[in-house]
């Protein structure tokens, strides 16, 4: 198959497309032109043409979902004249606090790395130079060990490999998120080190550089003590890091603010703010993907209702805006009683449009698949040089379903998290794995986890942790704290596993006998 030959036809069916679109924007205007005697319907729209490589789908809002018909073009658009998006000097100010934050967070990340790879590195060598610093300085005076030291040599060794290896595992690791406090046990951890080894030097430098010990064999076994030592603080950072927190103590609830999701963790013996990251850590693949566009519905209804509201000042201008107030709030609560009919209707014919949207697309999908399955099997027969790859596939079979695909975007409000190059993208994975029609859809037709998508539409990569509570004290019953991001937030309600008794009841397995009574009336 051709793709030049395809794109040129596809170009043609949307400028047609463009056109017919153009008439009936302007039969609309016509019959709404005595209605805008106020001005305010002068508004100017234009219709322009996306094109290859931008977001198929672009922002709309609820009023152009309204007037949308069946015969919308599939890669038309229409912008207004009114911006959505504004800037002022307290969006400036708030944009230069974080960028100040973000450099205190650097600077504070790369002070802790500091700190701790110095420890660590004065951790191995500390050994080393107890037993280099004596053959260095009288090595004339010191007594041959011989075979006892050899083999503490190698002990030594041996137990400083280990320690290597459970001080990388267990503490280089690529740091996955910045956390507003120091981690109380690392800290912790930390300070004992750092006094366990300038203790050591203490007593090593009174004890045995000023006095000249003169037995060799006592001067390694004090760096083998030393070594000793280390292994059990590598331990006790073991138990007090990882195996703390396994055993599950607590049940967080989860809730997101905006509509209502909700998600239950158990969790061990953590800090706040451990706990908020677990959760964090959890909520990018649990919850499905924040779309505020869900609730510009409601948010339109409520508002079509107070406009349709009209208060006229009977008394003259001697009444207050407390009065007007009052008497709008009663009219919205007479309207009130009708409004759950109209509610009704409204989800009804949404329904109807996203199931009828939803069936074109699964019929042009699976009929694009069609075309696949046969170009496969002509494909055998061609040169190597005429076959095409998936990608090339993924361009050629798109047109033919794009249009009902946009639609169905643009009805369930999804058309922000896909774009062109995306659908593309995904479209080719599924030819080249061999994925059927309906592993294509599954990704459009219900929303999934924020990690299926892009994170330049993630829309919330930034958190604030707020609480009552110091972040660095650990879980307790009935504590509530949110983390809040630039939308929407989520609460945490953390409750205690209850403690269970459980008893054990013996049955007899022989005391399992029936009897069988047949009466007359029966038919057994």
């Not at 152009?64 to 400036?92: F, L, Y």
């Not at 998508?453 to 942790?465: A, E, G």
């Amino acid at each position: 198959m051709d793709t030049e030959s395809t794109y040129s036809g596809y170009s043609y069916y949307s400028h047609h497309s463009k056109k017919s679109h153009r008439q009936g924007e302007r039969t609309r205007e016509r019959h709404k032109s005595p209605r805008n005697k106020d001005g305010r319907g002068s508004e100017k729209s234009v219709t322009i043409q996306a094109p290859t490589g931008e977001p198929l789908l672009a922002n709309d809002s609820t009023q152009t979902e309204e007037v949308q018909d069946d015969n919308w073009g599939e890669t038309t658009t229409a912008i207004t004249g009114t911006s959505e998006h504004s800037i002022s000097q307290e969006d400036i100010a708030r944009i230069s606090k974080d960028m100040e934050d973000s450099v205190r967070l650097d600077c504070k990340r790369y002070l802790g790395l500091t700190i701790a790879a110095f420890l660590g590195l004065l951790v191995f060598l500390t050994p080393i130079a107890f037993i280099l610093l004596p053959p260095i300085l009288w090595r004339d005076e010191l007594e041959s060990c011989g075979t006892i030291c050899e083999g503490l040599f190698i002990s030594i060794s041996f137990k400083l490999l280990i320690l290597l290896i459970g001080t990388w595992a267990l503490f280089f690791r690529r740091q996955r998120a910045d956390v507003p406090r120091v981690f109380v046990f690392r800290a912790l951890l930390l300070v004992l080190i750092f006094l366990f080894l300038v203790s050591y030097w203490l007593f090593y430098g009174v004890r045995i550089l000023d006095s000249r010990v003169r037995n060799y064999q006592d001067i390694v076994q004090y760096a083998v003590s030393l070594v000793d030592a280390l292994l059990f603080i590598h331990y006790l950072a073991i138990v007090l890091l990882e195996l703390r927190q396994l055993q599950p103590v607590f049940t967080l609830q989860v809730v997101r603010s905006t509509d209502g999701e909700s998600r239950f963790y158990s969790l061990g013996h953590l800090s706040i703010q451990r706990a908020a990251l677990v959760i964090l850590e959890n909520y990018y693949k649990d919850f499905t993907i924040y779309n505020p566009n869900l609730l510009t519905a409601s948010r339109f209804r409520a508002a079509k209702h107070m406009a349709g509201l009209k208060v006229y000042n009977v008394d003259g201008p001697s009444n207050n805006a407390t009065g007007q107030s009052r008497a709008m709030i009663a009219a919205a609560a007479r309207r009130r009683d009708s409004s759950h009919n109209e509610l009704y209707y409204e989800e009804a014919e949404h329904e109807r449009r996203v199931k009828k949207r939803r069936a074109r697309l699964v019929v042009a999908v699976e009929e694009a698949f069609t075309h696949i399955q046969r170009l496969q099997a002509e494909e055998q027969q061609k040169a190597p040089g005429e076959v095409m790859d998936p990608r090339e596939t993924a361009q050629a079979i798109f047109p033919s379903m794009a249009r009902a695909l946009q639609k169905y975007l643009r009805t369930t409000r999804q058309q922000h998290y896909h774009s062109m190059e995306s659908i593309l993208q995904h479209l080719a994975f599924c030819i080249t794995n061999s994925m059927t029609p309906k592993a294509f859809l599954e990704r459009y037709l219900s929303a999934g986890p924020t990690l299926q998508y892009d994170k330049d539409r993630w829309l919330s990569t930034q958190w604030k942790l707020i609480s009552d509570e110091a972040v660095t004290n650990g879980l307790r019953d009935g504590i509530v704290f949110v983390l809040k991001c630039l939308d929407f937030s989520l609460v945490v309600n953390v409750k205690k596993i209850p403690f269970i008794v459980l008893s054990e009841e013996f049955i007899d397995p022989k005391s399992h006998k029936f009897v069988l009574r047949l009466q007359s009336e029966t038919s057994v």
